[in-house]
């Protein structure tokens, strides 16, 4: 949380782009047809509205709301209404995933440490931790929420793409230009630019040369995997995003999925479960029609 | 997996009742203020009886606590507590009726039946005694608090103030406390502070002399040095390492020691005398372990001692079943055991107390064993409310020690190890505002 909280306007694209850094991520709003002065104030907005949340759901800050949930040692927790929200959708993406998407997975990272090196965990290890995750053991009723203690929540593996949603939708009531706001290449458009041209936006997948473009009118796109986070070992790849169910990640998946969804949110969640298809991963994106990139 | 059309459907719902929220506010519009109900209140009763119509109390308190956000807590506690009933004065028992001076004065007197250990009924007091503390964090992995408190009643005043300091460390699996308090009591014995080892006389009370005077004081310091350590995800251990220093008045006004001959028949009482330094050590380890995802067990064991000579040691056990989602049941068990004080006598034989400089028959100053069973009940209630009772026996075992030689067997008829036993009930109600 070091990040300097400043927004630059630096030119970019076809004019200007606002800069800021939130969430551990570069982040940048475009405006189009918009002057520089317009810029600054909708970059300002939008970076006050990434930062909020990041302030509101980070697990790295003492006091706020997603530490006193997991700080409550088995207390019920009455929760804001934003955070509740989430819930809910933390909630239905729960059941709808059947157990593989589960924002009480975070404690696997006790364990998981993805820096690219061979320490991959004992079963034992992950044993351990598996009692502790499953939100079936959560007993949650808006706006309480009460955990079992020892348990954690977790909202990293999809707040990004909500923040990037909210502030896109944010400005886009402020604005009648078109606005396109990507920050780490989870990105959400409100609308196509003008002449009805697509958004187009590098995505670097940080595997090199492979860094590919993306066409958007509309929604969002969300990518999942990361080159730097990994472990390897015995020539058997790790990715870092792990089923909540066996605690382990699932093998033979690609390193990258690149998913257009409706929102960023959306097309985070499509993502993540695609990872977690392992080779599957392919042939699960193609049921249903959305542009999809899968860099394996 | 799959995702089934149907899915596919349920999940755009989802997300856009999520994001579709009308009416998107500015950031600032909706700042996460402090928490909504930032109040929290406990509420308790405390209930004491001792067996034989000893001393009972009733102790009501109240703690409430403020969340000011940012992991900033302010807190104040009152506690009302009413004594009365008969406590030993620390005098023998023998085998003739005995009669001692109150220490209310003014020419009044109780008297033991033969056989009896002497207590003192005219014992009745109340007390009230407040806190204040402030914590706040330091950085993203330290914490401060600091506190004041006071108490007060009849003849005793005290003043006190803490600090604690807590770092966590390796991802908050380790967790460092240091903590230092600061203490000053006052102690204005009813009819002044006795000359410590005078004798004290059938009628009057304690002296107003050089030695004596009508008020009294000590001054406390305690240290201590904690580690927590998280050992698994289903285990910690806690250590601590305290330290005590007093000095000042320690001794019990109220409180004397029979000096006898060989048939166990008291001569005299001496008011008892303590020394006026103290250096306490405790060293406490604790060990909590989650069972079946849903209990906690927690066993503990505290070791003391301390310059007077007394040496002790703490066993506790309990388990916090938590058999439903709502409802807790906990038992424990406590076992207490220490030796007698350097300078602790059941009675002094004739001539021993000349060159004596510290002699007391506190009983709580000799050696006993006690043991506490409780047995708890909770509920954690919808809106966050939560509410315990909890029932506890306590049993303590005497053991005759420090028995003048020469008296030994005169005593042999008498109760020079009484037993004592409590009951305890407490009942407490949580809630946030």
């Given at each position: 949380m070091n990040e300097t909280r400043s927004v630059r306007i630096e030119p970019g694209g076809d004019g200007f782009v606002a800069r800021f850094t939130a969430m551990a991520s570069p982040c940048e709003v475009l405006v189009d047809g918009a002057d520089r002065t317009e810029l600054r104030r909708l970059g300002e907005l939008a970076a006050a509205e990434v930062w909020r949340i990041e302030q509101h759901w980070s697990r790295y800050l003492p006091g706020n709301i997603v530490d006193r949930i997991n700080r409550a040692q088995g207390a019920a927790i009455t929760v804001d209404a934003e955070t509740a929200r989430f819930l809910d959708y933390a909630q239905q993406l729960h059941e709808l995933s059947e157990g593989l998407f589960d924002v009480t997975s975070g404690v696997l990272r006790r364990a998981w440490r993805f820096d690219g090196s061979d320490r991959v965990p004992t079963p034992s290890q992950i044993e351990a931790l598996l009692?502790?995750?499953?939100?079936?053991k959560l007993h949650w009723q808006s706006p309480q929420l009460q955990m079992p203690a020892g348990m954690e929540i977790d909202f990293g593996g999809i707040g990004k793409e909500y923040a990037v949603d909210r502030a896109c939708a944010l400005l886009a009531a402020q604005t009648s230009h078109a606005v396109l706001v990507n920050c780490g290449g989870d990105l959400a458009a409100s609308g196509p630019r003008a002449q009805g041209q697509d958004w187009r936006v590098g995505i670097d997948s940080g595997l090199g040369a492979s860094s590919s473009l993306i066409r958007l009118r509309q929604g969002g796109v969300a990518t999942s995997g990361d080159a730097h986070r990994f472990l390897l070992k015995d020539g058997q790849r790790y990715p870092h995003i792990l089923n909540p169910r066996t605690g382990w990640p699932v093998p033979g998946g690609p390193r990258s999925v690149t998913v257009a969804g409706s929102s960023c949110t959306e097309a985070g969640v499509l993502s993540t479960l695609a990872m977690l298809q392992g080779e599957q991963a392919e042939h699960f994106l193609q049921q249903f029609s959305g542009d999809f990139q899968v860099i394996w | 997996m799959q995702l089934n059309e149907q899915q596919r459907l349920r999940l755009a719902a989802a997300t856009l009742s999520l994001l579709g929220v009308a009416g998107v506010k500015p950031a600032a519009a909706q700042e996460p203020a402090a928490p909504e109900k930032p109040w929290t209140f406990d509420t308790g009763l405390l209930l004491y009886k001792e067996g034989n119509g000893r001393v009972q109390a009733i102790e009501p308190v109240l703690n409430a606590s403020f969340n000011l956000g940012g992991e900033r807590l302010l807190s104040a506690g009152l506690v009302f507590d009413s004594l009365s009933g008969a406590s030993p004065n620390g005098a023998a028992p023998a085998h003739t009726a005995q009669t001692f001076s109150s220490p209310s004065g003014g020419g009044q007197t109780y008297t033991t039946a033969a056989g009896k250990t002497p207590l003192d009924d005219t014992f009745h007091d109340q007390r009230v005694a407040a806190n204040l503390g402030y914590q706040f964090p330091l950085s993203h992995d330290s914490k401060l608090g600091l506190g004041l408190r006071g108490s007060s009643e009849y003849d005793f005043t005290s003043f006190g103030a803490n600090a604690h300091y807590s770092l966590d460390l390796n991802q908050k699996n380790t967790t460092l406390g240091a903590g230092v308090s600061f203490e000053y009591d006052q102690v204005r014995p009813?009819?002044?502070?006795?000359?410590?080892?005078?004798h004290m006389g059938a009628g009057g009370g304690g002296g107003d002399d050089e030695e004596g005077g009508s008020s009294k004081n000590k001054n406390l310091v305690d240290l201590l040095l904690g580690v927590t350590q998280v050992l698994d995800s289903k285990s910690l251990l806690q250590l601590n390492y305290s330290l005590g220093l007093s000095s000042g008045y320690q001794t019990d006004p109220y409180k004397v020691v029979s000096v006898v001959d060989a048939n166990a028949n008291p001569l005299y009482y001496l008011y008892e005398s303590r020394p006026d330094k103290r250096t306490k050590h405790a060293l406490y380890a604790e060990y909590k372990r989650f069972a079946f995802d849903r209990d906690v067990l927690d066993f503990s064991y505290r070791f003391f001692t301390d310059s007077w000579g007394i040496n002790a040691h703490t066993l506790s056990l309990s388990y916090r079943w938590n058999f439903s989602e709502a409802f807790h049941l906990q038992p424990s068990l406590r076992f207490y055991r220490q030796n007698a004080a350097d300078?602790?006598?059941f009675a002094l034989f004739s001539g021993e107390d000349a060159g004596l400089r510290y002699a007391s028959g506190d009983p709580r100053l000799g050696a006993f064993t006690g043991l506490t069973g409780g047995l708890q009940f909770g509920q954690q209630l919808r809106n966050g409310d939560s509410w315990n009772v909890r029932l506890e026996y306590y049993k303590q075992r005497g053991q005759s020690s420090d028995i003048p030689a020469q008296a030994a067997a005169a005593y042999s008829?008498?109760?020079?190890a009484p037993d004592m036993s409590a009951v305890i009930l407490s009942m407490g109600y949580r809630f946030n505002w």
């Open positions: 009692p502790l995750v499953g939100w079936q | 009813v009819g002044g502070a006795p000359q410590p080892l005078s300078f602790y006598h008829g008498l109760p020079t």
